[in-house]
């Protein structure tokens, strides 16, 4: 007999390749997926993994799951848009419970979703100076992958690792760098011209210790993978000659 989770509101440009990872890890693992309001009775489930981004969706899959005793793992990334999210307090609120199986696991900025704006910087450059002094992390679809898999697996196999956990990439990076880094794959001649320039200096990196301690789960340095993606989006972003 399977093991079953459930999987609600996996994104588009993450389903494929999260729903090949966790069935390579775990092959006798059925991946369901639903969406808000959930109808389906969450008591057959192993697990539910949310990526739903209302917080209100969250408490209320909580409470439902609590009923039924099924972990929830709610996966969230961050965004250049979220400076500072109002509600951090009420996402964490189902953690104050020692009891509860419940799992924030927050990712860096996807990187797949920063390119449209990489591309215009590069189609722009020289024209404005690229901030080189506020550093963040980015997270591949493949390593995001990878590591919600292995966070699926040790928990429906029995790990009690419940809480906020956190995974960072090797490496912090700036929009100059990451922005020349790509550049420099593709057109050589326009990196020179892309200006570095100062910010307003701020750090939004991550720290991943306690997710590499409690699930001995390694970070990838944040090129791994990369250019492949950047590749395949120039490639079916080229402009009609």
């Known amino acids: 007999m399977s093991e079953r989770i459930y999987v609600v509101s996996p994104p588009d440009d993450v389903r494929d390749e999260l729903i090949a990872s966790i069935q390579y890890l775990m092959p006798r693992l059925e991946c369901v997926e639903i969406e808000h309001p959930i109808t389906a009775s969450l008591s057959d489930a192993e697990l539910v993994v949310s990526f739903d981004t209302k917080v209100e ?26 400076d500072n999210d109002e509600f951090d307090d009420v996402w964490e609120s189902p953690l104050l419970d020692d009891g509860a199986r419940v799992m924030l696991l927050d990712f860096p900025m996807l990187a797949i979703r920063l390119f449209s704006d990489v591309q215009k910087e590069i189609d722009q450059a020289g024209k404005r100076e690229l901030d080189d002094s506020s550093f963040f992390n980015i997270v591949t679809v493949p390593d995001l992958s990878r590591v919600t898999a292995s966070v699926i697996a040790q928990l ?14 090797g490496g912090k990076v700036t929009w100059h760098r990451l922005v020349a880094f790509l550049c420099d794959d593709t057109q050589e001649d326009t990196t020179s011209k892309l200006v570095a320039g ?22 990838k340095p944040w090129r791994v993978g990369l250019l492949d993606r950047w590749r395949a989006f120039s490639s079916d972003n080229k402009k009609p000659s």
């Open 57 to 82: 969706h969250f408490l209320a899959l909580c409470r439902q799951a609590d009923l039924s005793n099924v972990g929830v793992v709610q996966v969230r990334m961050q965004s250049f848009e979220l």
């Open 156 to 169: 429906v196999s029995g790990g009690e690792n419940w809480g906020r956990y956190t995974y960072a990439t």
């Open 198 to 219: 100062a910010g307003i200096g701020l750090d939004r990196s991550l720290d991943g210790e306690s997710l590499k301690f409690a699930f001995g789960i390694k970070p």
